[in-house]
Nanobody, 127 residues
């Protein structure tokens, strides 16, 4: 089970920190990603982390602004979002799938439909 939190409204240039609490699964050896979807647009992979070694990947639209990290002891995934822009407005979801490290855990390698654990989402609004 995945539960997101931390969404809200913020002004352009501001920051938000999203959290994804992971339960009922072993935290190690998972590909855990953040996706987002705004009205009228396709779902977009934002950031991903392979918990086995902590390797991270980012979508081009968020590189240099967002940071994904894991707290293994707390089974929590965090997405730190800085310098937010209006185009970052969306519902943000975390999703997890068991992984051996192959295929690579990136925002484009594993599509949304292949994640067997998904959260309900948290809304981020940037104005």
């Amino acid at each position: 089970q995945l539960v997101e939190s931390g969404g809200g409204s913020v002004q352009t240039g501001g920051s938000l920190r999203l959290s994804c609490a992971v339960s009922s699964v072993t935290f190690s050896s998972y590909c855990i990603s953040w996706f987002r979807q705004s009205t009228g647009k396709e779902r977009e992979g934002v950031a991903a982390i392979y918990t086995g070694v902590g390797s991270t990947y980012y979508g081009d639209s968020v590189k240099g602004r967002f940071t994904i990290s894991q707290d293994t002891a707390k089974s929590t995934l965090t997405l730190q979002m800085n310098n937010l822009k209006p185009e970052d407005t969306a519902m943000y979801y975390c999703a997890a799938v068991g992984s051996s490290g192959w295929p690579p855990c990136t925002v484009s390698t594993i599509p949304w439909d292949e994640y067997n654990f998904r959260g309900q989402g948290t809304q981020v609004t940037v104005s």
